[in-house]
Protein backbone atom coordinates (compact mmCIF):
# COMPACT_ATOMS: atom_id res chain seq x y z
CA UNK A 1 0.00 0.00 0.00
CA UNK A 2 1.59 3.05 -0.82
CA UNK A 3 1.95 6.25 1.83
CA UNK A 4 -1.32 8.15 0.40
CA UNK A 5 -2.93 5.10 0.25
CA UNK A 6 -2.23 4.48 3.99
CA UNK A 7 -3.12 7.94 5.06
CA UNK A 8 -6.57 7.42 2.99
CA UNK A 9 -7.21 4.24 4.81
CA UNK A 10 -6.79 5.51 8.28
CA UNK A 11 -8.32 8.07 8.38
CA UNK A 12 -11.46 5.97 7.13
CA UNK A 13 -10.39 3.65 9.96
CA UNK A 14 -10.34 6.46 12.26
CA UNK A 15 -14.22 7.71 10.83
CA UNK A 16 -15.17 3.51 11.12
CA UNK A 17 -14.19 3.33 14.67
CA UNK A 18 -15.43 7.01 15.84
CA UNK A 19 -18.75 5.28 14.82
CA UNK A 20 -18.92 3.02 17.74
CA UNK A 21 -20.64 3.94 20.70
CA UNK A 22 -19.96 3.56 24.08
CA UNK A 23 -22.57 0.41 24.95
CA UNK A 24 -23.04 2.33 28.63
CA UNK A 25 -23.60 5.25 26.81
CA UNK A 26 -25.17 5.73 23.27
CA UNK A 27 -24.70 8.31 21.66
CA UNK A 28 -20.97 9.27 22.74
CA UNK A 29 -18.66 7.67 20.39
CA UNK A 30 -15.49 5.47 22.18
CA UNK A 31 -13.02 7.80 20.53
CA UNK A 32 -14.54 10.45 22.15
CA UNK A 33 -14.11 8.71 25.13
CA UNK A 34 -10.36 8.17 24.31
CA UNK A 35 -10.70 4.24 24.10
CA UNK A 36 -8.25 4.61 20.64
CA UNK A 37 -4.72 4.98 21.02
CA UNK A 38 -3.35 3.67 17.91
CA UNK A 39 -3.83 2.57 14.29
CA UNK A 40 -1.30 0.56 12.69
CA UNK A 41 -1.24 -0.68 8.80
CA UNK A 42 1.37 -3.04 8.08
CA UNK A 43 3.54 -3.12 4.76
CA UNK A 44 1.26 -6.51 4.03
CA UNK A 45 -1.73 -3.63 4.76
CA UNK A 46 -2.32 -6.51 8.30
CA UNK A 47 -4.23 -3.32 10.45
CA UNK A 48 -4.42 -3.12 14.19
CA UNK A 49 -6.43 -1.05 16.00
CA UNK A 50 -5.12 -0.15 19.55
CA UNK A 51 -7.70 -0.05 22.25
CA UNK A 52 -7.36 1.39 26.20
CA UNK A 53 -9.67 0.22 28.35
CA UNK A 54 -11.36 2.77 30.24
CA UNK A 55 -12.01 0.67 33.36
CA UNK A 56 -10.50 -2.72 33.92
CA UNK A 57 -13.37 -5.87 34.10
CA UNK A 58 -16.00 -3.57 31.87
CA UNK A 59 -17.98 -6.09 31.22
CA UNK A 60 -18.88 -4.44 27.51
CA UNK A 61 -14.58 -4.77 26.21
CA UNK A 62 -15.70 -7.76 24.37
CA UNK A 63 -18.78 -5.96 23.07
CA UNK A 64 -16.71 -3.00 21.87
CA UNK A 65 -14.06 -4.85 20.33
CA UNK A 66 -16.60 -7.48 18.18
CA UNK A 67 -18.27 -3.44 17.05
CA UNK A 68 -14.73 -2.07 16.44
CA UNK A 69 -13.77 -5.08 14.35
CA UNK A 70 -16.93 -5.31 12.43
CA UNK A 71 -16.31 -1.59 11.63
CA UNK A 72 -13.26 -1.61 10.39
CA UNK A 73 -13.84 -4.81 8.41
CA UNK A 74 -16.44 -2.88 6.72
CA UNK A 75 -13.82 -0.07 5.79
CA UNK A 76 -14.36 -0.80 1.86
CA UNK A 77 -11.73 -3.41 0.29
CA UNK A 78 -10.67 -4.32 4.08
CA UNK A 79 -10.23 -7.97 4.72
CA UNK A 80 -11.49 -9.21 7.90
CA UNK A 81 -8.98 -11.70 8.61
CA UNK A 82 -6.50 -8.98 8.60
CA UNK A 83 -8.16 -6.41 11.10
CA UNK A 84 -7.24 -7.09 14.42
CA UNK A 85 -7.94 -5.16 17.74
CA UNK A 86 -5.97 -5.21 20.76
CA UNK A 87 -6.22 -4.13 24.45
CA UNK A 88 -3.39 -2.50 25.41
CA UNK A 89 -2.07 -2.14 28.63
CA UNK A 90 -0.30 1.22 28.48
CA UNK A 91 -0.54 3.85 28.55
CA UNK A 92 -3.53 3.68 31.05
CA UNK A 93 -6.98 5.89 30.40
CA UNK A 94 -7.71 8.84 32.08
CA UNK A 95 -10.67 11.06 32.24
CA UNK A 96 -8.28 13.48 30.85
CA UNK A 97 -8.59 11.95 27.23
CA UNK A 98 -12.04 12.15 27.19
CA UNK A 99 -12.66 15.13 25.10
CA UNK A 100 -14.49 17.97 24.80
CA UNK A 101 -17.31 16.17 22.98
CA UNK A 102 -17.46 13.57 24.83
CA UNK A 103 -17.82 15.72 28.25
CA UNK A 104 -20.63 18.09 26.67
CA UNK A 105 -22.65 14.89 25.50
CA UNK A 106 -22.31 12.92 28.97
CA UNK A 107 -23.25 16.56 30.73
CA UNK A 108 -26.48 16.77 28.50
CA UNK A 109 -27.65 13.51 27.98
CA UNK A 110 -26.64 11.62 31.15
CA UNK A 111 -25.91 14.60 33.56
CA UNK A 112 -22.78 13.02 33.73
CA UNK A 113 -19.55 15.14 34.84
CA UNK A 114 -16.27 13.88 34.68
CA UNK A 115 -13.90 14.69 37.11
CA UNK A 116 -9.81 15.34 36.76
CA UNK A 117 -8.12 14.65 39.84
CA UNK A 118 -9.36 16.37 43.15
CA UNK A 119 -10.85 19.44 41.31
CA UNK A 120 -14.49 20.39 42.44
CA UNK A 121 -17.12 18.66 39.82
CA UNK A 122 -19.28 21.67 38.53
CA UNK A 123 -22.96 20.62 37.92
CA UNK A 124 -23.57 19.54 34.21
CA UNK A 125 -26.86 21.79 34.17
CA UNK A 126 -26.26 24.87 36.64
CA UNK A 127 -22.08 24.91 36.59
CA UNK A 128 -22.22 25.09 40.29
CA UNK A 129 -19.87 23.56 42.79
CA UNK A 130 -21.70 19.82 43.57
CA UNK A 131 -20.50 17.63 46.68
CA UNK A 132 -20.08 14.20 47.02
CA UNK A 133 -23.06 11.90 48.28
CA UNK A 134 -21.73 9.80 50.56
CA UNK A 135 -24.64 7.70 51.00
CA UNK A 136 -24.84 6.65 47.05
CA UNK A 137 -21.54 6.98 46.44
CA UNK A 138 -21.17 3.70 44.41
CA UNK A 139 -18.44 2.26 42.24
CA UNK A 140 -14.70 3.16 42.70
CA UNK A 141 -14.76 4.51 39.31
CA UNK A 142 -18.42 6.36 39.89
CA UNK A 143 -19.34 8.68 42.45
CA UNK A 144 -22.63 10.42 43.38
CA UNK A 145 -22.91 13.92 43.59
CA UNK A 146 -25.51 16.51 44.51
CA UNK A 147 -25.93 19.89 43.16
CA UNK A 148 -26.74 21.76 45.94
CA UNK A 149 -28.48 24.90 43.59
CA UNK A 150 -30.81 23.03 41.46
CA UNK A 151 -30.99 19.71 43.34
CA UNK A 152 -29.80 17.97 40.14
CA UNK A 153 -28.32 14.55 40.74
CA UNK A 154 -24.89 13.80 38.90
CA UNK A 155 -23.06 10.72 38.21
CA UNK A 156 -19.71 11.67 37.95
CA UNK A 157 -16.66 9.55 36.54
CA UNK A 158 -13.02 9.61 38.15
CA UNK A 159 -10.04 7.97 36.90
CA UNK A 160 -9.64 4.22 38.60
CA UNK A 161 -6.76 5.08 40.30
ZN1 LIG B 1 -26.93 22.56 39.38
Not at 8 to 22: F, G, P, S
Not at 48 to 65: N, Q, V
Not at 69 to 86: G, K, P, Q
Request: net charge negative.
Amino acid sequence: MSRIASAVTAIRIRDAVAAVDDPEYPGISIVDLGLLESIDIGPDGDITIGLIPTFSGCPALAMIADEVHAAVSAVNELDANRVEVRWLNTPAWTVDRISKTGRDTMAQEFTLAVRNKLEPVACPRCGDETTEDSLFGSSRCRAIHLCPSCAEVIEVMRSGA
